[in-house]
């Protein structure tokens, strides 16, 4: 158990460090991008749980304008540039993610970090998804991303924990480029980015 952990994560600071530094070139045109789009703060950073729940900032490039009440501009729909979508399409916008990957935040693979408001809401099965560290991808990106529900989701996350190997983190990462290339599951149904998550079913079946 001890030796596997060793082992991913320090396959994780070395994957991501030559990621970091092959991508450096592309980070930076991206950056311009970005801020002749947004203007500044080039990079969006917010608070998400972790492993075992703990909080750090996350690091990811703006895909969205700024809130703005005034002009209706208040949903994801709205706020979604052009630009935006392709940046999430390719992915781009996950490159300084990599920071956290070699900080200790993150893996490569895990279960993506979600919001903190969502702690509180899972079921104690859920919960588990925060025993091993959050990943830049993970099971539920390859089998669908956002065109999964939040109850398909956190099934595959769970899966992954009950899982997880080296040769599965292996398996996730070779399909993520897959999805990548092909860009499926960007979107959720009826929605630019996935809708928020209120609870899981049985807990609402609970309070009615």
């Excluded at 396959?11 to 460090?17: I, R």
């Excluded at 935040?105 to 969502?118: C, F, H, T």
């Excluded at 292996?170 to 998550?197: Q, W």
């Amino acid at each position: 158990m001890k030796s596997r952990r060793t082992a991913k994560r320090t396959l994780d600071v070395v994957v991501s460090a030559a990621a970091f530094i092959v991508s450096a070139p592309i980070q930076g045109i991206v950056a311009l991008l970005v801020l002749r789009e947004f203007g500044r703060p080039v990079i969006f950073t917010q608070d998400r749980p972790g492993l075992y729940g703990h909080i750090f900032k996350l690091r990811k490039f703006r895909t969205m304008l700024p809130v703005d009440e005034s002009i209706g501009r208040v949903s994801d729909a709205d706020r979604l540039t052009r630009f935006g979508k392709f940046l999430r399409s390719t992915s781009l916008d996950e490159l300084p993610t990599l920071l956290n990957v070699l900080r200790g935040d993150m893996s490569l693979v895990g279960p993506r970090p979600l919001l903190v408001k969502y702690l509180e809401l899972y079921t104690p099965e859920q919960f588990r998804r925060h025993d091993v560290r959050p990943g830049i991808t993970g099971l539920a990106q390859v089998r669908g991303r956002n065109s999964l529900s939040w109850e398909e989701k956190f099934s595959l996350d769970i899966e992954y924990v009950n899982n997880q190997s080296l040769a599965l983190d292996f398996r996730i990462m070779l399909e993520t480029i897959r999805a990548v290339l092909l860009r499926k599951g960007i979107s959720a149904p009826t929605s630019p980015t996935m809708h928020e998550f209120e609870g899981s079913k049985e807990d609402q079946e609970l309070l009615n």
